[in-house]
Nanobody
Framework: QVQLVESGGGLVQPGGSLRLACAAS????????VRWYRQAPGKQRELVAAIPSGGSADYVDSVKGRFTISRDNAKNTVYLQMNNLKPEDTAVYYC???????????????WGQGTQVTVSS
């Protein structure tokens, strides 16, 4: 079994920072593409940041220069550093990874449980 556990969300004032973490545990052979999504009330889920397998980080325009996605392969953990937060960043944030559970299997798609980020004064 594979589990993704997210942490780091909370309430922050505009201009503040948060660092989200997504730790994978269980039967893990390899993690490939990693992504962070967010969903605000009444809106569709939005891809915020991604590191494709073997590729470079990419971001939605609204967070470029403020958010940084990174990964620690030794810890099977993905991070999202969020700086200069704005009220419009308020949403539930989800991590999503392509994960291979054993040699020879096709990587599957796994999601974290979501963590609430609220930006408000």
């Amino acid at each position: 079994q594979v589990q993704l556990v997210e942490s780091g969300g909370g309430l922050v004032q505009p201009g503040g920072s948060l660092r989200l973490a997504c730790a994978a545990s269980g039967s893990i052979f390899g993690i490939y593409g990693v992504r962070w999504y967010r969903q605000a009330p009444g809106k569709q889920r939005e891809l915020v940041a991604a590191i494709p397998s073997g590729g470079s980080a990419d971001y939605v325009d609204s967070v470029k220069g403020r958010f940084t996605i990174s990964r620690d392969n030794a810890k099977n953990t993905v991070y999202l550093q969020m700086n200069n937060l704005k009220p419009e960043d308020t949403a539930v944030y989800y991590c999503n990874v392509d994960l291979q559970t054993s040699r020879g299997t096709i990587p599957d798609d796994y999601w974290g449980q979501g963590t609430q980020v609220t930006v408000s004064s």
